[in-house]
Every structure is written in C-alpha cells, then in structure tokens.
C-alpha cells in the first residue's frame, strides 16, 4: 500500500535552516507529482509547493518562495524540501502528499520555528 | 486565484441524523478537459487529513457510501447520511486546476457530536 514518511522537522531559530524528507513506498515514484502541505497550529491546510514527476516543473506558494527548494530523487523513492530563512510564521506541520489530487498522506513533521 | 468558501465552519450533529457541508466557488471549477476538480477531506483530530471525494462525486476506496459528494460550477456539497462517531473532525474542499497545477483548500468545516 501507498507509505509516505516525513523526517527532518524540529526545533529551529528565525533564521535557521532545515531539510525535510519524505520517503515513498507501495508505488511507483517516478510516476507521481509530489507535494508539500503544510497546517499551522489550529489553522487549515497550505500548499507550500510541488514537483512534477521529472523535476521539470516546481511551484512554490507566495509565502515561501525565494526560500524553499522542493526536490526528489526518484531512484531513492524520496521527496525533499529545504527550508532557508525560517521564520516564525513557517511553524506547522508539514505533510508530502502524492498527485495533484492529494489522494494520500504522510503523518506529518512539525516544524517549530521559535528563538 | 480561485477562492473557496465553506459553510458552516462550525456542524454539530447528533448522531445518526444528516449532515450537509457547502463549498462554493468563486469561479467555475470546470476545467478545459470537461472535469472539475473538486476534492473533500477529513482530517480527524491529530491525524492528517485523508481524501474522500474526488471529481466532485467519486469516493475514494474504503469511504463509507454514507459519504456522498455533488454539485457543479461553483456550488459544491458534501453529505453525510447518518453521521457517526468517526466523522468528527474537520472538512476541507479543495480544488485544483491543472495547468498549470494551482490548489486552493476551503477554510475547513468542523464536525461534533451534539
């Protein structure tokens, strides 16, 4: 069955950096669009960004573009989002998701952004 | 862009009765392909959200067929027949255009047992 992983979030300073992962089991990768949703605490869902199933295409929400860097390594099964200058209001939870439907999740990493 | 507006943002239900969400657009949703991208998911309380619908009235494997989907243009519903315990949580329609790939969620739509 489709397993999508997060890893990669935690504890950082306005400022910082941090690189989530997301590892992908149960289909076939190379196939997909991925993206990253992410929530803030008691808010509703954002799209920070995509990739398409080659790399060729990327798209980034206002918010964070000029900051993240989504990326994938497709022999590896796995999705990637740098995350430079963070700032507070970068604190969520962020979740891969796969296709441009969403049709499955990861449980999520939280990302806390807080001196 | 896009926006979409739910209502009501707050359902309480008592269980087994009905439940109706509504998801309207400011746009037409019907893409150049002739389908229209309209989503729901649910996400319960600390987990993440699991899609339901798509397409507007497709549910997806193992949703309940108390779950129904519907609508068109820029007027969308999601019904619950007989709410159950497991329903609670928050509701979301999403919808997606498809090139390029743009995605737009509604505010969420939070259901609890009266």
């Known amino acids: 069955q489709v397993q999508l992983v997060e890893s990669g979030g935690g504890l950082v300073k306005p400022g910082g950096s941090l690189r989530l992962s997301c590892a992908a089991s149960?289909?076939?990768?190379?196939?997909?669009?991925m993206s990253w949703i992410r929530q803030a605490p008691g808010k509703g869902l954002e799209c920070v960004s995509y990739?398409?199933?080659?790399?060729?295409?990327?798209h980034y929400a206002d918010s964070v573009k000029g900051r993240f860097t989504i990326s994938r390594d497709n022999p590896k099964n796995s999705l990637f989002l740098q995350m430079n200058s963070l700032r507070a209001e970068d604190t969520a939870v962020y979740y891969c998701?796969?296709?441009?439907?969403?049709?499955?999740w990861g449980q999520g990493t939280l990302v806390t952004v807080s001196s | 862009d896009v926006v979409l507006t739910q209502s009501p943002l707050s359902l309480p239900v008592t269980l087994g009765q009905p439940a109706s969400i509504s998801c309207r657009s400011s746009q037409s949703l019907v893409y150049s392909d002739g389908d229209t991208y309209l989503n729901w998911f649910h996400q319960r309380p600390g987990q993440s959200p699991r899609r339901l619908i798509y397409?507007?009235?497709t549910r997806d494997s193992g949703v309940p067929d108390r779950f129904s989907g519907s609508g068109s243009g820029t007027d969308f519903t999601l019904k619950i027949s007989r709410v159950e315990a497991e329903d609670v949580g928050v509701y979301y329609c999403m919808q997606t255009t498809r090139w390029p790939l743009m995605y737009t969620f509604g505010q969420g739509t939070k259901l609890e047992i009266k």
């Open positions: 149960g289909f076939t990768f190379s196939d997909y669009y």
């Open positions: 990739i398409s199933n080659s790399s060729v295409y990327t």
């Open positions: 998701a796969r296709d441009g439907s969403l049709d499955s």
């Open positions: 397409k507007v009235s």
